[in-house]
């Protein structure tokens, strides 16, 4: 997998879309939802790759622990 290939990519978790992918980083990428809530995600939680979306291994409650101010 190309990881810049997938910049602009919709990510969902177990249970629902939670964005897109907007940078892509040494070990992680970030996610942005909506303008201003960002998430930086290990590459190690990318569960599928479909070519349309990007799936993780976990569900959407346990994302905050992700989430970032940059």
Do not use: C
Request: no cysteine; hydrophobic share 30%; net charge positive.
């Amino acid at each position: 997998m190309h990881w810049e290939d997938l910049k602009s990519k919709a990510v969902k978790t177990k249970d629902k879309r939670i964005g897109n992918i907007v940078n892509i980083l040494d070990d992680e990428f970030v996610i942005q939802n909506g303008r201003r809530t960002k998430y930086r995600v290990p590459k190690s939680h990318v569960e599928q790759y479909n070519g349309y979306e990007i799936f993780l291994d976990f569900s959407s409650k346990e994302l905050k622990k992700f989430k970032t101010r940059n």
